[in-house]
């Protein structure tokens, strides 16, 4: 069993993280990814929720639902297939915490149901990096957003890219990150993201070719 030692500071953000056991596989389904998402949505409140009482209400529906009081602020996210990352903020005292557990044992339950399997479905405990400053606070929402890069591009980090072009339209193609969102999409999934987050991200942000250019060079150099 896992125990965690970090300490999460009002106002401060974090870097979150978590694989499943045994680097398994957690989202077999656009069902499973869509699942995650919206518990990522209504586990951040500071009322008790019950995903099930929410069982009759469309995807799209449940993203608008009223929450009465955020555990976190949510800046960034990305889900991959036997893993995910999270930029969030601390605006309750234990809020982090208590939102991991939260979304950690609700997907688990699901995941373990539909599957006939027991135990845990996620490493514990999670992993978190605090962001200490602006600057790391762009770069770390970038390389959160970068990750799916990977799923058509294995060598990526490795600096070798067929095509950016081709990447930067994959990457978009994915969905289960809050790129599009920052890229100018209009999708329900905007509501996951805390809105003064947003903006202070979108701020100054270079184009998602760009980003990509520099990376690849970047990665290249360290071959």
């Known amino acids: 069993m896992g125990y965690?030692?970090?300490?999460?500071?009002?106002?401060?953000?974090?870097h979150c993280y978590s694989?499943?056991?045994?680097?398994?596989?957690?989202?077999?389904?656009?069902d499973d990814y869509q699942r995650f998402l919206?518990?990522?949505?209504?586990?951040?409140?500071?009322?008790?929720?019950?995903?099930?009482?929410?069982?009759h209400l469309s995807y799209q529906d449940l993203l608008q639902l009223e929450r009465a009081d955020p555990l976190v602020a949510i800046g960034a996210y990305c889900l991959m297939p036997n893993h995910f990352h999270l930029l969030i903020k601390e605006i309750k005292e234990g809020g982090i915490t208590k939102f991991m557990h939260k979304l950690g044992t609700s997907y688990t339950m699901y995941f373990n149901?539909?599957?006939?399997?027991?135990?845990?479905?996620?490493?514990?405990?999670?992993?978190s990096k605090h962001v200490a400053d602006?600057?790391?606070?762009?770069?770390?929402?970038?390389y959160i957003h970068l990750n799916a890069a990977e799923l058509c591009e294995p060598h990526w980090k490795e600096g070798r890219v067929r095509?950016?072009?081709?990447?930067?339209k994959t990457i978009l193609a994915h969905g289960f990150s809050s790129l599009p969102e920052y890229c100018?999409?209009?999708?329900?999934?905007?509501?996951?993201?805390?809105?003064?987050?947003?903006?202070?991200?979108?701020?100054?942000?270079?184009?998602?070719?760009?980003?990509?250019?520099e990376t690849a060079d970047y990665y290249a150099t360290l071959r």
């Not at 300490?7 to 953000?13: L, P």
């Not at 509501?191 to 990509?212: C, H, M, N, R, T």
Request: aromatic share 12%; hydrophobic share 35%.
């Open 38 to 55: 919206g518990t990522l949505y209504v586990s951040n409140d500071t009322h008790a929720t019950h995903r099930d009482n929410f069982k």
């Open 134 to 142: 602006d600057r790391y606070f762009r770069r770390v929402a970038q």
């Open 163 to 168: 095509s950016i072009k081709l990447l930067e």
């Open 184 to 213: 100018g999409a209009k999708r329900f999934e905007r509501d996951i993201l805390d809105k003064d987050a947003f903006e202070l991200l979108q701020e100054g942000l270079p184009s998602l070719s760009e980003v990509l250019s």
């Open 19 to 30: 694989r499943g056991v045994d680097r398994r596989i957690v989202y077999e389904s656009d």
């Open 4 to 14: 965690r030692r970090d300490t999460f500071a009002i106002g401060e953000w974090y």
């Open 113 to 127: 149901i539909k599957n006939d399997r027991e135990g845990n479905l996620f490493v514990k405990p999670f992993r």
